[in-house]
């Protein structure tokens, strides 16, 4: 086991540094020079002069990723060129609203998905389960910004029950989690309708089924258990995802989150912040990559017994 | 193929020949032009009537012929972003899969570094850096999107690699070329045509998504993503606006993802 941990930590630090690298090269090789881009068009010689020696820009490049991954790893992601503050500082402040939102979506996907997966399986080739694929497809076709702005149309502008954006308090939660939910919920039932078939095939079920239990016993006993692990996967992924902003819903409904923050990041050109928050998001999905696989393990003892083989 | 085409299939194939037909003949469809004014409405948004049963925009524009203009950037936009998308994906697949050891290792490992950025704010990013425009929209969207393609296909580009036909082949002394393009390639073909229908529909939805945020192709080509966000500004009076490109988006998008479901749920995938 102790092996197998550490194989995954060190595959978690190598995928860090490849996501600094590429961020790096995004930001800083990509635009002709951040100069320009920090001063302007207009500025002058020596203005730009002075913001390439502050910045380190005359240094060779693989100096400057060396300086950029030192103050990263010290917890420095830079300033905001706009905004004029530290970056980490403006992540943290807007981390309370993007994480609320974020553990609501999740539970309710989760639910909705669970509860289709189920009923589609029991209910195996007949009308419901064609139904719900057709249902579940249709929650994932359907455009998230689409989906919210419709919500704030009929929630907000007929039944005037809903806030039309912003974040203040409970009720305010409720569309936006909503948005997030339905597509993802769709698309985790078609997950656990997949796994729960595959397992549903197994001897040990049949085993089950032999005996006389019914069919509802076995797949709620049985065949669950093992069913769900392609779905944990996924779904300590999408929180990773869901915490570290996500844009679109948070742009239709003026939530005051990550997203909205790196959307604003984009728009401004302001480079730390693009920076910071797409490797704050890297690092949030590492880490859920590595408690899932170690979670994985710890619950299936085929995938531990046969990394060590 | 042998086996018939499924119900699924049949009806996500159907959708998908409409929009190709609707894009195709959209002169001919559309009751007015897309770019004009042609309502006497002119400056503020007019709703769903007998001569605009979609309504008008803010600029006096007929919806309805917008929307049916819309299916051509939306659908060319689609299906090249998904070329973009499969070629990386598929060569990518394919090399690790037919190669294994150490090829497989770099080529997954970086696989799963792209994995873990998050997709819709490089896309963003990078668009803004390179400024949006038809080309860098599509590089992007194809840089973004490559990775689960090309899992899926090293997954049974491995697969087949070892069945007795390919050891053969390689045993008569066939070159790797010719093992990857001639024996290989065919038989995970199948599954690459399901994969690209996915991948249209997640290109769809993507390039909607960057439409909506103000990175799309540049006006005045009316794109589905785009209409939604010009609409955002009017929801209030004039929700049709936003309501019916959107429906137009999830039309395409279930067609696409009809064909490629069904197919897998056949195969009990």
Known sequence: ?309 | MKRRLGAMEIVGLAMILTLIVVAVAAPLLAPYDPTRAVAPTYGEPGPPSRAFPLGTDELGRDVLSRIIYGARISLAVGVAGMLVTMTIGVAIGLLAGFFRGTVDVVLMRFTDVMLTLPGLLLAMALVAVLSPSLISILIVIGLVSWTQVARVVRAEALSVSQRDFMVAACSLGASSTRLILRHLLPNVLPLIVVMAALSTSGTLLLDAALSFLGLGVPPPTPSWGRMIEEAELYFRIAPWLAAFPGLAILYAVLGFNLFGYGYLRRQGR
């Open chain 1, 1 to 309: 086991m102790l092996h197998f941990v550490l194989r995954r930590l060190g595959f978690a630090i190598l995928v860090l540094i490849g996501t600094s690298i590429i961020t790096f090269v995004v930001a800083f090789v990509v635009p002709a020079d951040p100069a320009v881009t920090i001063a302007g068009a207009k500025a002058d010689p020596q203005t730009l002069a002075m913001i390439r020696q502050q910045l380190g820009l005359n240094q060779p490049l693989y100096m400057q990723y060396a300086h950029y991954l030192g103050r990263v790893l010290h917890g420095d992601l830079g300033r905001s060129y706009i905004m004029r503050e530290s970056v980490t500082r403006l992540i943290a402040q807007r981390f309370g609203a993007t994480a609320i939102l974020a553990i609501c979506a999740m539970v309710l996907s989760l639910i909705l998905g669970i509860a289709m997966g189920m009923i589609a399986a029991l209910y195996k080739d007949r009308a419901i389960d064609n139904g719900l694929l057709v249902v579940s497809l249709g929650l994932i076709s359907i455009p998230v910004f689409w989906l919210g702005t419709m919500l704030l149309v009929v929630g907000g502008l007929y039944l005037r029950s809903f806030p039309l954006g912003g974040f203040s308090g409970p009720r305010s939660l409720i569309l936006p989690t909503l948005t997030l939910a339905l597509g993802s919920g769709g698309y985790y039932s078609r997950i656990l309708h997949t796994s729960l078939g595959e397992v549903m095939g197994q001897d040990y079920i049949r085993t089950a089924l032999g005996k006389g239990l019914s069919r509802r016993a076995v797949m709620f006993k049985h065949a669950m258990a093992n069913a769900l692990l392609p779905l944990i996967t996924l779904a300590g992924l999408d929180l990773a995802g869901l915490l570290s902003g996500v844009v679109l819903t948070e742009t239709v409904f003026d939530w005051p989150g990550i997203g909205r923050l790196a959307f604003e990041a984009i728009f401004n050109l302001d480079i730390p912040l693009i920076m910071g928050t797409v490797l704050f998001s890297a690092f949030l999905i590492v880490i859920a990559n590595l408690v899932v696989d170690l979670l994985y393990a710890w619950l299936d003892p085929r995938i531990r017994l046969g990394e060590q083989g």
